[in-house]
Every structure is written in C-alpha cells, then in structure tokens.
C-alpha cells in the first residue's frame, strides 16, 4: 500500500512538472496602456482554453509542453496570434499589443479600407443621369496619387467604393500609371532588379582592414568604429541553439557595455563602440533567459573566437518571426521604387508560403524627409499579407529635395511604434534607402540610439543599398548590419534599373535577384530545428567525413564530372559527394535522386541552412559567406542520419 502512495505522489509530481508557464501583458500599440476585457484563447492541438488578464493588462498560466498558439481577442481590436514550441518546464514572455479596428483604414498616405475597396468605372454620354456601370476594376493601390496620368478629354470616371457606400468621387479616368521617365509601371515586373551581399561577420579580416585604410575617415565622421567584437554562443546539453536569450556584455566594474538578443542559431554579437578600451580580459556576460540568469566571467574577444556556453534550461522554440520593410520614398527614389514595390509584393508571397508552419507578421514604414507631405507613415505587424502588400503599393516616390533624408528617425519609429513581437525567432528589419540620414549632432545621436535599440530588441537591420548611395553611406549601413547582427546588401547595375550604383568595397560578391536575396536571408535567420527533432553531431553516423574530392574539368564540363562522380559515389558507397573539398566558398553537390534535402551546420552542430536537392543534376551552393573552418553536409538517407565534412578555406 505503502509503495501504490508512493508511485502514485511520483506519477503526480511529473504530471506536474511537464508543464509550460506563459505570462505576459496586453495592450493597446498607439498609447501603451493595458487593455481590459480582453480574453486570451489558448489552443494545444486539439484543446482550447480561455484566460482572461487582470486589470492591468497582465496574464499567468500553464499548459502542456509543446506547440501553444495565443489568441488575444478584443472588441474593436484586431485580434493577435502569437506562438511557441514551448519545452518541459520552461517559462515564456509573451507581450501583446493589439490594434484598433480602422486605426490604419484611413492612413496618411491616402489608404482606404481593406479588402471591401473596390474601383467602379461609370461611363456616361452627355448628363450623369444615363450614368451605368460597365465594368469592375482591380488597382494595386486603393487611392489614386500623382503618378496618375488623367486624360480629361474623357468622360468616364472612378467611384471609389467600400461596402457599397462611395467614399470618392474622381472626376476623370486614368488611362495609365506612369512609372519612372514615363514608362509605364505595368511594364514593371518583378525579379527584374540584381543585387549582391556582402557580410562582413564571414570576412572579418578583411573589415578591419577596410576601417584601418578606405573607411578610417568614415568611421571618425559617423563616430562608428566596430572592430571591438564579442560572439557568445548558446546551446543546451543536446546542441539546440538557445534562441532569443538577452545576453548584456559588462567591463570588470560591472558597467552595461552592450545589450543583444541570441539569433536563431544561438550567437549573440556584442560590441565595444567606445573610445576607451578596457582590458579585454576583464569583461564578462550576463545570461537572461525566461528565470534562468547566469553570469560568465572572463570572456575573451573575437581575436581569440567564440565564446560558448552550455545552458541547463528547457528547450524552447519561438514559433514568431517579424519582418519589417522601412523604404525611403523621396523622389530620388523614383527609378527604382515601382521595381522594388514589385519586388517586395513578391518576397511578401514567397516567404508566406515558406513559413506556413509558423506565425509570420509583417510592418512597414514609408519616410521622406522634414517640409515633406509626410516625415514618416507606417502600418503596424499583422498576419494578414494583402494589409502589408496593399500598404506597400500604395506608396510613391516624392519630395526631398537635399541629399540626406529623415532615415533615423524612420528607423526610430520603426523599432519604437510597430509591435515587435517579445518572443521570436527572428526579427527582421530590411531598409531601403539611396541616401543617409541628416549629420547633425540630433541625427548622430539618434543613429546611436538606433543602434543600441535594434541590438537590445534583436533586430537585425538589412540595409538595401539603392542607386545614389556612396562610400561614407555604404560604411554607414555595414557598421549598422554588423551592430544589430544583421547583413548589406546593394543593388547592381547588372539589371539596367536606375540609376549608377556604386561598387562595394569587398574582394567579390555575387550577383543575385534582387528578389532572391531577400527571400534567401529571411530563411538564413530564421530556419532552425524544433526542440524533438535536433540532432546532435555525436548521433551522426559519419562516413567517409576526410574524402578529398578536386575538379579536374571544370564546372562545365557536365559530362565528365558526371561520370566522375558518379564512379566516386559507386566506388566508396557514398549517396553523397561534394566538391572541391576544400573549397574557398562554392560547393557543388551530386546524389542519388532519393536525397531531397541536406543541411549545413558547424562544427558545434548548429543548422545553418537548408537545401532543396533537385533530380538528376548537379546542385551549388554557396558558403563564401561563412567564416573559415570545418562544416558539415548532414542528410537523411530514409534509414539514418549521414554528414560530410567540408573545410571552407577564405
């Protein structure tokens, strides 16, 4: 009897134990303040429970581990989804703004409604009276703006009609939307516009050689000198990356130095801007992780690699991943604006459709400069695409005027105003501009604040570099990647949009749709396994992991490198081969046609990216933009799981 207690107390204190706790606030985005009335709908696979806050907006509860959505529903509000993979005893934040229903129906940049809006053409003889509608038409904008060009010779017109109640009247038709130097915008296609990157984390040398020789002048005009590096690096026991820990660098007094969030493969980047250079052996990290807080003494800096840190805390994945787009809309940008509306309308549906599995949201703000019709114009995060395609379309190029444009304090608001989710796997901010910001000891300021914000929130800035940039802009926009743990990217000449872009200072980069870029660096820093299906490097059954394999004949060459490798992949019984081994960047894969995906990882085990295999053919693929060292091809060969090691030599 004795023993039946004692099983049954056990049995209830792991019933207890595998429990996940969430706790949180909702409120209102525009003015901060809680929200009452609010119910909280949870929902673990096939149950649904429903919490309701107190009055301070605050919530506390406990589920099941595993995959838990939070609804957060409210009269007039726009209802919010947020979600985790939430581990076995693992605590989570989850902080909720929510939206006014209309509050951004009617925004600045004349937007009307949502999906309701419609355009009628009436079409009349000589009086309104024998008035009669003949058609429906579908625009990519809901207001019609200055790049119309109206025939008023014509008696037609627009209604702009919404839920069947017109809201504007437009006295004449427009016969066709101008684009830049009068061609036609629906001319403009997208995938058109090339671009490349460069990411200065995968040539470290070559940035400090950079800021000692061409960018020493910059970095003392904008004050920016990011050279003093520190890479920490979380995983658990297993090898899971600890994804968004804040991770604070301290000097030897304890003073806060720099404030990161860990990415999707558990590195945080943690800097030194200032003057004074303490000795570097003396700093040290704070952890903060859900309740877990752990201090780390005597990190050293990036000179002598990595910092890692074993965790001992429940796995836990955010299933939230926010991607902002901030675009300069000053008439400079008018070559390529329409191109890169696009452009963005297509990255919108392609990464939609690449993350189904997990709570996708998008914002975007839209800035000119001061005097101009608008400083800055945004649409909040949500998970509806047409509101964040529709917002972008309904934006042109105008004003200006001077060179530099109100670009910090776009990026201000866009950390400061949108409802950056408290939890995700990644946060995404892509920033398209051709000119700085202002260099005023205001503007100075601001881009500091800027910087510090974005690396404290995890974000990482992606500046777009568009036609016009120069060489201190340039400097500018890589210092601001490498401070919020994010990379550059530019458009090329190569696709005959625009204007002159100038070249980077680098030894060599790819050329890419513009398009592509995008989509490829959204997936980069935001894949990463779940918590059950991690594989650990030392549960990889590693074949033949040291085969060197060269490329006598030439990439070209299909004919023999087929049967090249094909006799190599007979001969040593390997489903997989990858070549050149060594490599200084390009990999070239060949397999058998029952492989459809392999991963990239390092050495610590940490998913790097992912690879689509497709059949009969040779596949490339591109790791010039990692560091050097020993990487590892794995695959799942429908019986167990394989690797290749690779040594990336720069």
């Given at each position: ?159 702009l009609v919404s839920d069947g109640a017109e809201k504007e009247s437009i006295s004449y038709a427009p016969v066709e939307t101008i684009g830049y130097e009068g061609k036609p915008v629906n001319a403009v296609k997208a995938g058109v516009l090339t671009a490349g990157e460069v990411n200065d984390f995968s040539k470290w040398k070559l940035w400090n050689d950079l800021n000692a020789s061409e960018f020493a002048q910059y970095s003392s005009s904008w004050k920016l000198k990011l050279t003093d590096r520190f890479c920490v690096q979380l995983s658990l026991a297993s090898g899971m990356p600890v994804i968004d820990a804040e991770v604070e660098l301290m ?16 590195k945080a980047e943690l800097w030194n801007l200032s003057e004074e250079i303490s000795n570097k052996s003396n700093y040290s990290v704070k952890v903060v992780y859900g309740n877990f807080t752990q201090e780390f003494k005597r990190i050293h800096s990036f000179e002598k690699g990595i910092n890692p840190f074993v965790l001992d805390v429940p796995c836990t994945v955010p299933d939230q991943l926010d991607i902002a787009f901030v675009v300069d809309a000053t008439g400079s940008m008018g070559d390529e604006i329409n191109y890169l509306k696009m452009d963005l309308d297509s990255v919108i549906s392609q990464i939609t459709e690449e993350n189904k599995n ?293």
């Open positions: 009897m004795r023993y039946s207690i004692l099983l049954t107390l056990l049995l209830l204190s792991n019933s207890l134990f595998s429990q996940a706790s969430f706790n949180g606030n909702i409120s209102e985005m525009e003015t901060k303040n809680a929200l009452k009335n609010v119910k909280l709908m949870v929902v673990e696979n096939s149950d649904t429970t429903y919490f309701t806050p107190d009055s301070e907006g605050n919530f506390n509860f406990k589920t099941k581990p595993g995959r838990v959505k939070i609804f957060a529903i409210a009269d007039g509000y726009i209802s919010e989804l947020n979600s985790v993979n939430a581990g076995d005893g693992s605590t989570n934040r989850v902080d909720i703004s929510l939206v006014k229903e209309g509050e951004f129906s009617e925004l600045k940049s004349g937007v009307f409604g949502e999906d309701s809006v419609r355009y009628e053409l009436d079409k009349f003889s000589s009086a309104p009276s024998t008035s009669s509608k003949v058609e429906e038409v579908s625009v990519s904008a809901y207001k019609i703006k200055s790049e119309v060009k109206i025939d008023r010779s014509s008696k037609a017109k627009y209604r000097d030897h007094t304890g003073k806060s130095i720099w404030n990161a969030r860990t990415d999707n493969t558990g997990i709570n996708l949201r998008m914002a975007s703000v839209f800035y000119r400069d001061k005097g101009d019709d608008y400083l800055t114009v945004e649409s909040p995060f949500s998970s509806s695409t047409d509101l964040a395609k529709n917002f972008i379309r309904s934006n042109h190029a105008d004003g200006g005027g001077d060179a530099p444009e109100a670009a910090d304090e776009a990026l201000l608001v866009a950390l400061q105003k949108l409802n950056w989710s408290s939890s995700s796997r990644a946060r995404i901010l892509f920033w398209l501009l051709d000119a700085p910001p202002h260099q005023e000891q205001e503007n100075m300021d601001k881009i500091q604040q800027v910087i510090h914000l974005a690396a404290k929130m995890g974000v990482k800035i992606v500046p777009v570099g568009c036609s016009g940039i120069n060489k201190p802009t340039e400097f500018l926009c890589r210092s601001i990647a490498l401070a919020t743990n994010g990379t550059y990217t530019f458009l090329t000449n190569h696709s005959g949009v625009g204007g002159s872009h100038i070249e980077p200072s680098t030894d060599g980069y790819k050329v890419e749709s513009f398009r592509d870029v995008l989509v490829r660096i959204s997936r980069l820093m935001s894949i990463t396994p779940d918590c059950s299906e991690f594989i650990a490097q030392n549960q990889i059954d590693a074949i033949d992991t040291n085969l060197r394999v060269d490329n006598p004949y030439g990439i070209n060459d299909t004919a023999h490198v087929n049967k090249t490798i094909d006799s190599s992949l007979v001969a040593n019984e390997i489903e997989i081969l990858a070549y050149p081994n060594p490599t200084n960047g390009i990999i070239n894969i060949k397999h058998h046609n029952s492989i459809k995906e392999l991963f990239f990882a390092d050495v610590n085990g940490k998913l790097l990216e992912k690879v689509e295999l497709t059949m009969n053919r040779i596949d490339t693929s591109d790791l010039s933009k990692y560091t050097s060292g020993i990487y590892f091809l794995r695959y799942y060969n429908g019986q167990q799981w394989k690797c290749l090691r690779i040594v990336l030599e720069h």
